[in-house]
């Protein structure tokens, strides 16, 4: 078994359906990783432990998912030095703007990388996180440049509708 590499937590089960997404990617780049909730509202000290924690397991990253208020990527981000990843989920209210707004306005010393709202901010922090494991694992690294080929090659062989008559 791999030993952990990445962690990805969310704030409630509900964000599961946004976060999945990161999951997905790490699976396919076989990447060791746990997902888990860690509410920062409802349980703040088990967030905490997990935050202190994570350089001593092994995370070379956190992707943390948060709706509502999106405190958890920052509070997070102030309990450890493992790089953290901010994923916006889309609200019921603010479709998500509120999370990234509350992401992005970290203070000074208190770094959160932060993604698009929803499902392409999840795979993009997991693509993230992947590109900076492979800085140091040339195997990981030749999957990821295979993968951005192949998105390329989808894109030159799309092709578009007529325009007008």
């Known amino acids: 078994m791999k030993p952990l590499q990445i962690g990805v937590v969310m ?17 396919q780049f076989d ?7 860690v509410s920062a509202h409802r349980m703040p000290d088990d967030m905490f432990a997990y935050a202190e924690a994570a350089a001593g397991l092994g995370l070379k990253a956190i992707i943390a998912g948060a709706g509502g208020a999106a405190h958890l990527p ?8 493992v790089p953290v990843l901010g994923v916006p989920v889309a609200s019921r209210h603010l479709q998500g703007v509120d999370s990234l707004h509350s992401i ?14 929803g499902a392409a901010g999840a795979a993009n922090a997991a693509l993230f996180a992947v590109a900076l494991l492979a800085s140091e694992d040339p195997a990981l690294r030749s999957r990821l440049e295979a993968f951005r080929a192949e998105q390329t090659e989808v894109a030159r062989g799309m092709t578009l509708p007529p325009v007008g008559p």
Do not use: C, N
């Not at 599961?16 to 997404?21: F, N, R």
């Not at 990447?31 to 909730?37: I, K, P, W, Y």
């Open 31 to 37: 990447v060791a990783h746990e997902a888990r909730v």
């Open 74 to 81: 920052g509070m997070i981000a102030a309990k450890t030095t």
């Open 11 to 27: 704030g409630s089960s509900s964000d599961w359906e946004t976060m999945q997404h990161a999951v997905q990617i790490l699976q």
């Open 104 to 117: 992005v306005q970290m203070p000074k010393g208190i770094p959160v990388a932060t993604f698009a709202i």
